[in-house]
């Protein structure tokens, strides 16, 4: 745990005026944190308790018994996985580290007082503690696909998710823990990103054997950071740059399907306990047909600039060389990537023996249709705009 802290460079901290009144209040408890604490005692969660206390029909207003802290609930992801755990009765702790405005949309997700917003600080263990101290469950969606100036790809990808599993080890009550991390995540990735969420799954496994992988491919939806941009982009200069020739294969997948397969890891008896699922949706894309089709839907015509891959590669580098040089934030890197550009050099689709969403019971949609109708919005002249693509001609041959 120390190295851990030495890693994400924790300070001694002070203990908050709370903490230390609460000290005051429990002078004889060595732990501030954790079920048996009397602040956080929970009848449905009692320390060590190997089953789950369920009541009702299943619904919202049932009691699921399942009392998860979701870190990265505020994220893409996080919204459906917090949507589908509080519409079973579940209780949802959010831990937030922005504004108050970050988790706004989830409190609805639930009856009142089901999701439970609790701000924390990811550099202080501390407060990591306190918003697992009443879960049994914690599912981690924290990531990132950029590394900013105060965050390293290894620091969030890796180190935070090595320190949750140490922290739930420590807690005793946690009776679940899963692990999302991505497709294509090895020790060999070109990426660094995938070698830090490789890294993660190993130190997570060898602390908790019993937690669960995700490892789920690009994932999209209404929210998504990969049609959406395209389909922005493609709308703001008439063009789509193509990182290499398109020729990547990838097998996106619906985010609803993720979160589906999260929570049905979380009710199965178990079986899911210390295995690794790949969730890739039911078809392979090429990047350039995946491009395709978000070119049909938002009835453009197709227009690609081909820019080989060190071109792209150029392109990214100065964000990449003047990140931790320059005293002030660089812009979020947007349709060229880095890391994701070196993701790209290779294909990333489910392995052949791989367990995947057959094994938890889940028939993952076709991306076609209503899992990506959201695009519309990006139609000119509104969604009823344009042609469908079997009409479609050529602008060279307009009038
Ligand atoms: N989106 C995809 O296509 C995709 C594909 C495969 C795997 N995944 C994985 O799935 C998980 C969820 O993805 P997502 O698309 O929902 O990601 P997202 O929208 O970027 O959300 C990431 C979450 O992680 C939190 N986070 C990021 N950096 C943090 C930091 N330094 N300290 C504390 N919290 C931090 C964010 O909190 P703030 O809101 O405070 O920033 C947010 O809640 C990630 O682990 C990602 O790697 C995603």
């Known amino acids: 745990m120390q190295a851990v802290s030495r890693r994400l460079g924790h300070q001694s901290l002070k203990l908050s005026p709370a903490i230390s009144s609460l000290k005051s209040i429990y002078p004889l408890s060595d732990h501030y944190y954790g079920a048996d604490h009397p602040r956080f005692g929970s009848t449905l969660a009692p320390k060590g308790v190997g ?40 209780q949802v702790l959010v831990p937030f580290r922005g504004s108050e405005d970050s988790h706004r949309h989830l409190k609805l997700m639930g009856d009142l007082g089901q999701i439970v917003p609790m701000q924390y600080n990811p550099r202080d263990e501390d407060s990591i503690k306190a918003v697992m101290a009443k879960a049994n ?19 969030v990808n890796h180190h935070m998710a090595e320190q949750l599993a140490m922290i739930a080890k420590e807690h005793g009550g946690i009776m679940r823990f899963i692990q999302v991390s991505c497709l294509g995540a090895s020790p060999s990735s070109p990426s660094r990103m995938l070698r830090a969420k490789a890294a993660a799954e190993e130190a997570i496994l060898r602390e908790l054997p019993e937690a669960t ?46 979160a589906a397969a999260i929570v049905a890891a979380l009710k199965d008896d178990g079986t899911s306990m210390g295995k690794v ?29 081909k820019v080989p891959l060190p071109i792209a590669k150029a392109v990214a580098m100065p964000r990449e060389i003047f990140l ?6 660089l812009p979020t890197p947007d ?61 060279e041959s307009w009038p």
Do not use: C
């Open 51 to 90: 089953h789950l206390v369920r009541k009702g029909t299943g619904g919202r207003s049932s009691v699921s018994g399942v009392i998860a802290t979701v870190f990265g609930a505020t994220g893409f992801l996080g919204r459906y996985v917090v949507q589908q755990l509080a519409k079973m009765g579940s």
């Open 137 to 155: 469950v914690v599912v981690n969606l924290v990531g990132r696909e950029y590394e900013t100036r105060n965050y390293s790809f290894e620091e």
């Open 213 to 258: 992988i995700m490892k789920p491919a690009a994932i999209i939806g209404t929210e998504d950071r990969i049609l959406n941009r395209w389909a922005h982009f493609a709308r703001k200069y008439s063009f789509l740059p193509l990182i290499g020739n398109g020729s990547t294969k990838i097998q996106p997948v619906y985010v609803v399907d993720v």
């Open 277 to 305: 699922f790949e969730l890739g949706g039911p078809e392979v894309f090429t990047v350039h047909e995946l491009a395709e089709l978000m070119y049909e839907t938002i009835r453009e015509w197709p227009r690609y600039v």
């Open 324 to 329: 931790k040089k320059v005293p002030f934030p």
């Open 335 to 395: 349709m060229f990537n880095f890391d994701e550009i070196n993701a790209l050099t290779v294909d990333t689709v489910v392995s052949d023996n791989a367990l995947t969403f057959s094994d938890l019971g889940i028939v993952p949609h076709k991306l076609k249709g209503y899992p990506i109708e959201y695009l519309i919005s990006y139609r000119k002249g509104g969604p009823q705009f344009g042609s469908t693509i079997s009409e479609r001609v050529s602008p």
